[in-house]
């Protein structure tokens, strides 16, 4: 069950977990379409998530090709104690009581585990469960325990998440716990790490890794409405943003999110970070062989939003067919690809650019993959050739969105695993040390070697030279194969 990953250019990433962890099982995502894995620390504990990421990398050795691992930091989440096996049925109108603590469910009483339960949520205030699934709203509050109306019944499985408003929530953004499994998986090598409830540009800066690649890429989870009024300098402090649609659509109002979704990725990309669209996607696949129309439109409407990546939470790590989840999305992403308004993207990203405050290092970059994606849309260019060290030339010339390939070259390993997280773009390895020049022969070579370009064609190829004082993309060539 394959799929041309290669000519896909939006990226997948699958969440790895109990359905999906062996090896065998991961080689099976990879070959499907996965080109970044996800590793929940939500769930599990740390040394869960270590034999995972490493089984990954093992795959990752098998296949022969970068497969990206983003950690995903539980952050202040707040979930409940555990729920019976198979799950806890509440109905309409049902009267809960909500409990501090981390004992399991019971009828009629569900314990939550946060201490400052009793002081964060008020009568009134509407309590979401999951991703929504279950709702209630908070009618009385005793010495020892909430009452809260079910608005929405439904089941309760697992230790589902319990949302409390952002502005309430007085927890740190990361909490000693993210940064003491942050540190275990930075010793481990990891590729990216993403950052729960974000609410500021100073919650990534206290993450305090070195900055990327020499430390994982930053992922920003936009889900509070701070996040949304500070969006701009989030997006600028970090390596990329996720768009968190569940704990989102429980602070915005629902008719909002798919046009916050849409003012997100827009800007994300023009600031040259990735971004991903998660939550819910192929949702019905837990159980279901086949995703319903609803959730088909949500992803090809993801991919012409311009999202660089979808992602699957349950579908993978606990649904029945997690290669077919991913297979299905590949599909239906590759299609999507294909209807994706090329021609007028780019203005949408000049006219952004035109807000924002840019170094020079960036103005120089950014007139060179405008000059390139120019060049190789009136040229017809094959493909456009990134020799790279951190990966800034290919995310900047992804921010265009061209129609030629886009093969990023790089000496350093967690550059290119860390690409696979970029619109379009196919990392390979350039070894040994060169010169600009032998990079240049070293990566067209390797470029025919992978059949990405054959005799014949035209290819743009972006690089940095050592003349120029600083960190910036400074060449631009048109090589005829």
Not at 47 to 66: C, H, K, N
Not at 71 to 81: A, F, S
Not at 359 to 370: L, R
Request: glycine share 10%; charged share 25%; with cysteine.
């Amino acid at each position: 069950m394959s799929e041309p990953t290669a000519s896909r250019r939006t990226k997948i990433i699958a969440t790895i977990g109990p359905a999906s962890e062996s090896e065998g099982l991961i080689k099976d995502l990879a070959v499907a379409g996965m080109d970044v894995a996800r590793i929940n620390m939500s769930h599990g504990d740390l040394d869960l998530g270590i034999q995972r990421y490493r089984r990954v990398r093992a795959v990752e050795a098998a296949l022969g090709r970068p497969i990206g691992i983003l950690v995903d930091l539980p952050g202040p989440k707040v979930r409940t104690g555990p729920m019976p096996e198979g799950g806890m049925p509440v109905a309409d109108e049902q009267l809960l009581r909500l409990v501090p603590g981390n004992e399991a469910a019971t009828d009629g009483a569900i314990f939550v585990d946060h201490a400052g339960l009793l002081a964060d949520l008020h009568p009134g205030d509407r309590v979401t469960f999951g991703d929504g699934g279950v709702m209630a709203e908070v009618t009385d509050r005793g010495p020892d325990a909430l009452v809260a109306r079910v608005t929405h019944g439904g089941l309760l499985q697992g230790r589902p998440g319990v949302h409390i408003p952002s502005e309430r929530l007085r927890l740190a953004t990361p909490t000693d716990r993210d940064l003491r499994l942050l540190d275990a998986f930075v010793d481990e090598g990891v590729d990216m790490v993403a950052l729960s409830f974000v609410r500021s540009a100073h919650d990534i800066r206290r993450v305090g890794t070195e900055p990327h690649p020499r430390g994982p890429l930053v992922v920003a989870k936009i889900e509070t409405r701070a996040a949304v009024e500070n969006l701009d300098g989030i997006i600028e402090a970090s390596g990329a943003v996720m768009v968190a649609r569940g704990d989102l659509g429980s602070e915005m109002p629902l008719e909002e999110l798919p046009h916050l979704q849409k003012r997100i990725l827009e800007r994300c990309i023009t600031l040259r970070r990735p971004a991903i669209t998660a939550t819910q996607m192929l949702e019905s696949m837990v159980h279901a062989p086949t995703p319903t129309r609803a959730e088909t439109s949500d992803i090809a409407n993801a991919v012409f939003d311009g999202s660089s990546a979808v992602m699957l939470s349950g579908e993978t790590a606990i649904g029945h067919d997690p290669a077919n989840a991913v297979a299905t999305m590949a599909r239906i992403a590759h299609r999507a690809d294909q209807e994706f308004d090329y021609d007028s993207w780019p203005s949408r990203v000049q006219r952004i650019s035109g807000e924002l405050r840019q170094s020079i290092d960036d103005i120089v970059t950014n007139g060179m993959t405008d000059a390139a994606w120019r060049a190789a849309s009136e040229t017809g260019a094959t493909a456009i050739i990134c020799i790279t060290r951190t990966g800034f030339t290919v995310r900047s010339i992804a921010r265009y969105r061209p129609k030629a390939k886009i093969l990023g070259f790089s000496t350093d390993v967690r550059t290119l695993r860390q690409l696979t997280l970029s619109w379009g773009a196919t990392p390979y390895e350039l070894t040994g040390g060169f010169t600009p020049d032998t990079q240049i022969a070293r990566a067209v070579e390797l470029a025919r070697h992978h059949g990405e370009i054959r005799s014949g064609d035209l290819v743009a190829v972006l690089s940095g030279s050592t003349s120029y004082p600083g960190q910036a993309t400074d060449s631009l060539r048109l090589v005829r194969i």
